[in-house]
């Protein structure tokens, strides 16, 4: 891949990042500006900062993360300072002041069994009111309720205006079947030219595969949040329920696909002569992917994908044409396997399938 390739691809990754963020960093300022529009002009607080300050770090987290992030982030930061400013209205600021705030907003995050994230939020918010602002008489517990108010604000943005829930979850799925006819039409290429170096580079390309796989997992776990809260998405949970059921045998094709590539290079390697029939039938399965990809990211039905994948069924020889290339032939029956399961066929009706098309081959 040349330099001028590389930056054409960062560039169209970065218009992605941008597109696909645009509006959900709209809703997070403008819902940092009504937080501190509603401390200042309607509570009556003179420098509400922390109401945009908590507003931001729960939006903020929510463009990208689960909703439990952002609620952890919520009731960190409102712990922090609510214990920060209880501590030091009674005790001061000073060096071991601050070491008391921390210790006390550790614990008492603690209580409700959350994670580090809830834990730091809580401590820095508790260092942030010690020491950015001491209060005084008349600013004790503003700066929490500042807190509370750009937390809920947040929250309830989130909650009304939530981000499409299939919209990642359709993204993720579509990466990462483009990753397996990828890596499928690139092995019966390198099979096909017995390219060594093609071979590799198809093996590389489908072991760095399985980030995107947990990134789809939580994907779908955050499209199901978004569902749960905001009504009038709840009318995705099919489309959700269903992608979730193909991630785990699309997983496993994956991982049928880098044993293959790893058995085709090593095929291509030892000088292998592979059955024309493999190679063709790799094509077959790459096609049946692409028909698979269609359909369940436009949320159709998956008829034309089972079709195409039984189709290429019938079409595996008996035998790949070396050792390599029998390992290479009994892990496309295993996909195909994996593949007509994600496509929503009985798994033990897809055994049977690929086995009495396998006997009757041997048969013949």
């Given at each position: ?7 054409r691809g960062i560039a169209r990754s970065r218009a992605r990042r941008l597109r696909d963020s645009g509006v959900p960093v709209l809703q997070c ?36 993360n689960r909703l439990r992030r952002s609620v952890e982030l919520a009731v960190g930061v409102s712990v922090g300072v609510g214990v920060g400013d ?124 399985q980030g995107r796989v947990d990134a789809l997992v939580d994907a779908v776990d955050a499209g199901f949040e978004i569902t749960a809260i905001a ?134």
């Amino acid at each position: 891949m040349g330099a001028g390739e590389r930056l054409r691809g960062i560039a169209r990754s970065r218009a992605r990042r941008l597109r696909d963020s645009g509006v959900p960093v709209l809703q997070c300022a403008l819902a940092a500006g009504l937080a501190y529009l509603v401390a200042r002009d309607v509570v009556g607080h003179t420098q509400p900062f922390f109401a945009p300050i908590a507003c931001v770090l729960v939006l903020g987290v929510s463009l990208t993360n689960r909703l439990r992030r952002s609620v952890e982030l919520a009731v960190g930061v409102s712990v922090g300072v609510g214990v920060g400013d209880l501590i030091v209205a009674l005790i001061g600021p000073g060096w071991w002041q601050i070491s008391v705030v921390v210790g006390l907003a550790l614990l008492a995050a603690l209580l409700f069994d959350v994670g580090a994230l809830l834990l730091n939020q809580a401590a820095v918010s508790a260092v942030l009111v010690a020491t950015l602002q001491p209060p005084g008489t008349t600013a004790a517990f503003s700066r929490w309720i500042d807190t509370l108010i750009g937390a809920a604000i947040g929250l309830a943005m989130a909650a009304t205006l939530p981000s499409h829930p299939l919209t990642r979850a359709r993204r993720g799925l579509s990466a990462l079947l483009t990753e397996l006819e990828a890596a499928l039409t690139g092995t019966a290429d390198a099979l096909d030219a017995g390219d060594v170096d093609a071979a590799a580079a198809v093996l590389e390309r489908a072991r760095a595969t399985q980030g995107r796989v947990d990134a789809l997992v939580d994907a779908v776990d955050a499209g199901f949040e978004i569902t749960a809260i905001a009504p009038l998405r709840r009318r995705h949970r099919g489309e959700l329920a269903r992608i979730r059921a193909a991630v785990r045998p699309v997983d496993l094709a994956l991982r049928d696909a880098r044993v293959l590539a790893r058995r085709a290079h090593a095929a291509v390697r030892d000088g292998e002569r592979p059955d024309p029939e493999l190679v063709a039938v790799l094509r077959r399965v790459a096609d049946g992917v692409a028909e698979l990809r269609g359909e369940l990211t436009r949320g159709e039905s998956t008829d034309g994908a089972r079709s195409a994948l039984l189709d290429a069924v019938g079409l595996v020889p008996a035998h790949g044409g070396g050792y390599s290339a029998d390992v290479v032939l009994a892990q496309v029956r295993s996909l195909l396997v994996d593949l007509l399961d994600a496509a929503g066929m009985d798994r033990g009706e897809a055994v049977a399938a690929t086995t009495s098309t396998r006997r009757g081959r041997d048969e013949g």
